[in-house]
């Protein structure tokens, strides 16, 4: 069984920075990309930023130069580094995986249980 367990959650004042953690679980055989979305309350899911397995990177405009995604070496820890935080960008945080359970498997996508940050003063 594979879990996504999201970390890093916490009240930020405007100006600050935060970083979130997303550390996968169980057995398979390969995570190729990654992701973290946002969901304000009220409003529809949104993607924040994806990596991929050889490490390209994209970000929503409403985050980017302000966010950075990386995953650590055996790239089953997902980050997301978040500076300049606004009011805007309080939401619930999800991390998301494209996983592999078996080699040239179709991969399936798991979602971590979400983690809150709230940007006020």
């Known amino acids: 069984q594979v879990q996504l367990v999201e970390s890093g959650r916490g009240l930020v004042q405007p100006g600050g920075s935060l970083t979130l953690s997303c550390i996968t679980y169980g057995t398979f055989s390969s995570i190729t990309s990654m992701a973290w979305y946002r969901q304000a309350p009220g409003k529809k899911r949104e993607l924040v930023a994806t990596?991929?397995?050889?490490?390209?990177?994209t970000y929503a405009d409403a985050v980017k130069g302000r966010c950075t995604i990386s995953r650590d070496r055996a790239k089953t820890t997902l980050f997301l580094q978040m500076n300049t935080l606004t009011p805007e960008d309080t939401a619930v945080y999800y991390c998301?995986?494209?996983?592999?359970?078996?080699?040239?498997?179709?991969?399936?996508?798991?979602w971590g249980q979400g983690t809150q940050v709230t940007v006020s003063s």
């Open positions: 990596i991929t397995d050889g490490g390209d990177t």
């Open positions: 998301n995986a494209h996983i592999r359970m078996a080699s040239y498997a179709p991969s399936h996508i798991f």
